[in-house]
């Protein structure tokens, strides 16, 4: 059973550009957290989804910032006219329900 | 709202040192509280856990207890290795909040051997 699964690694994008970042939940789970980890920071929560809805979007900034479970395939953080101050480590994490939550390995951004 | 606060680090040990990592808390009614590890390039790994007061998540020789008294949740470990250099966070979850977490600062252990 693979685990969370987040790609790419690393994006490196330059400023106005867009930049999309999937995760892929472990097999079973309906539930997707998505963080983020500013250099020498704690992960902040953002978004949390289940398929085809979001829960609770009150991490999330109000512009530029987007996120979707669709039925079928990945989650995608999608982030319009990126800054610097977007770069940064983004983290996905599934559950089933209420239950542990696994996290990925993370998308490294870095807006040049 | 809801905070975490723990230690700032590094931490350098040597092997076999005792550790402790301090975390303490802030939210209304009564959180679940974890400890996670991160290893280098990695994601967050589950390291413990406990959900009501007094009780002790342990793993790996890792122990934390949930201290209402003093909405503390330390992380100890009698005897550290290298390999568990790493960054260690502190999170809580509020009652009824799923998975939505909120995490500490982060402290970065090293242990020299």
């Known amino acids: 059973n693979a685990g969370v699964m987040q790609n790419p690694r690393h994006l490196v994008r330059r400023r106005g550009q867009e930049a999309r970042l999937r995760c892929s939940p472990m097999?079973?789970?309906?539930?997707v957290y998505w963080y983020r980890q500013l250099p020498e920071e704690g992960l902040k929560f953002m978004v949390y989804l289940q398929k085809e809805n979001i829960i609770d979007e009150s991490g999330m900034p109000k512009e530029r910032f987007s996120a979707e479970f669709p039925k079928e395939g990945p989650s995608i953080l999608r982030i319009q006219q990126v800054v610097r101050g977007d770069s940064a480590a983004y983290f996905c994490a599934s559950s089933q329900g209420r239950h542990e939550a696994f996290f990925g390995q993370g998308t490294r951004l870095t807006v040049v | 709202g809801d905070s975490v606060t723990q230690m700032e680090g590094p931490v350098t040990l040597s092997e076999e040192a005792f550790l402790t990592i301090n975390c303490t808390y802030t939210a209304t009614g009564y959180p679940s509280l974890f400890w996670y590890v991160q290893y280098p390039g990695e994601g967050l790994q589950l390291l413990l856990k406990a959900t009501k007061a007094d009780d002790k998540g342990s793993n790996k020789g890792f122990e934390a207890t949930y201290r209402k008294e003093t909405t503390s949740f330390h992380l100890e470990k009698g005897s550290v290795q290298v390999s568990d250099s790493a960054v260690y966070f502190c999170a809580l979850s509020a009652n009824n909040a799923g998975n939505m977490l909120t995490f500490g600062g982060g402290t970065r252990l090293m242990v020299k051997p």
């Open positions: 097999k079973g789970h309906s539930h």
